[in-house]
């Protein structure tokens, strides 16, 4: 029998895109904006949304833009090109500029580049895909995640009506990771430092369990792929609630580069 291969469906054309600046947030995020002509049109309509930002090869000289061969992307010579899912986190319809928060974990092409961009090195973008919809009728909200997840968690915390109760947890690798956030009237902002040690999630998880969910409460949650797949766990079985109210996303792998998001 022959196998067959199951083929992906083409996500949108990458858009180039060149650094226009590059701003330190707190020792552990940097915030990158990117722009140029060929952002016109592009919309991002939903919080917690992503896109694939193509990067720079380390050591590389051009920025060579990958073809889709009906599974994945890949370069004239038939390697993988660097590409790495962020949230976009702000975009100016006007200066035709998107900005992305890039977690700096010391360890990573993304995380590196955050630190050595300088503005007009090239990069390019492939998105919007999906964001998450925010039900305003929902009685509560919790909202989870670890660093990677704060531009999401903001855009959430946005879209959440003002007058319901949210419980945010965030968990932070080092404290210095802490952000200050815009005012969310409902919300209850708690960060969590991760133990020296610890897995990545560990304290996340554990903030989770530790919150009270009323009946109907929606979950937002994202971060470390074994840790989401905790805290997917201890709602399920733990708090008996449906998956349709929740929405749980692993957006890193522990010893993985890259994310694997298919989502995009
Ligand atoms: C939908 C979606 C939205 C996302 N939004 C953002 C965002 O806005 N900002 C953001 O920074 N990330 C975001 N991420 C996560 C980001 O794609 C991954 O963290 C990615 O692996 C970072 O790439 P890198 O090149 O720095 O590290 P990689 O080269 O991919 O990984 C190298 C090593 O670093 C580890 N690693 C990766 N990320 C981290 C981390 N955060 N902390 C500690 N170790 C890590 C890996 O496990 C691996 O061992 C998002 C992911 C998804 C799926």
């Given at each position: ?7 992906r469906?083409?996500p949108?054309?990458?858009r180039?895109?060149e650094v226009r ?9 940097v915030?990158v ?7 016109a049109?592009f919309?991002?309509?939903q ?10 090869t ?6 060579v833009?990958p073809s889709?061969n009906?599974?994945?992307f ?6 993988r090109p660097?590409i790495?899912?962020?949230t976009?986190?702000?975009f100016d319809?006007?200066?035709?500029e ?11 092409v993304?995380?590196?580049w955050?630190?050595?961009?300088e503005?007009g090195e090239?990069a390019?973008?492939?998105g919007p895909?999906?964001?998450y919809?925010?039900?305003?009728d ?9 660093e990677t997840?704060?531009?999401?968690i903001t ?6 009506p003002?007058?319901t109760p949210v419980e ?6 080092h404290?210095?990771g ?8 409902g919300?209850?902002v708690e960060?969590?430092?991760l133990?020296?040690?610890?897995p990545?999630g ?5 903030a ?5 969910l ?14 989401v797949?905790r ?7 733990d ?5 349709a ?5 692993g957006?890193w ?12």
């Amino acid at each position: 029998m022959t196998a067959t291969r199951r083929l992906r469906r083409e996500p949108p054309a990458f858009r180039h895109v060149e650094v226009r600046r590059v701003e330190p947030l707190n020792p552990r995020m940097v915030r990158v904006t990117l722009g140029g002509a060929e952002l016109a049109g592009f919309t991002v309509e939903q919080p917690a949304a992503s896109v694939r930002v193509l990067l720079p090869t380390p050591g590389g000289a051009d920025l060579v833009v990958p073809s889709w061969n009906g599974n994945e992307f890949l370069l004239p010579d038939g390697r993988r090109p660097t590409i790495r899912t962020l949230t976009p986190w702000r975009f100016d319809p006007d200066a035709l500029e998107l900005d992305v928060g890039i977690v700096v974990h010391g360890g990573g092409v993304a995380s590196d580049w955050a630190l050595s961009a300088e503005p007009g090195e090239p990069a390019a973008i492939s998105g919007p895909g999906r964001g998450y919809t925010v039900d305003g009728d929902a009685p509560a909200y919790l909202v989870a995640g670890d660093e990677t997840a704060i531009p999401a968690i903001t855009q959430v915390l946005d879209a959440i009506p003002d007058a319901t109760p949210v419980e945010v947890r965030v968990e932070v690798a080092h404290s210095d990771g802490r952000l200050a956030l815009p005012e969310y009237p409902g919300a209850t902002v708690e960060w969590c430092d991760l133990q020296p040690g610890a897995p990545p999630g560990d304290a996340l998880a554990a903030a989770v369990r530790d919150v009270e969910l009323p009946d109907g409460t929606r979950v937002w949650a994202a971060g470390e792929a074994a840790a989401v797949q905790r805290i997917r766990r201890h709602l399920f079985d733990d708090c008996g609630l449906p998956r349709a109210q929740t929405s749980v996303r692993g957006y890193w792998k522990h010893g993985r580069a890259g994310d694997g998001d298919d989502d995009v």
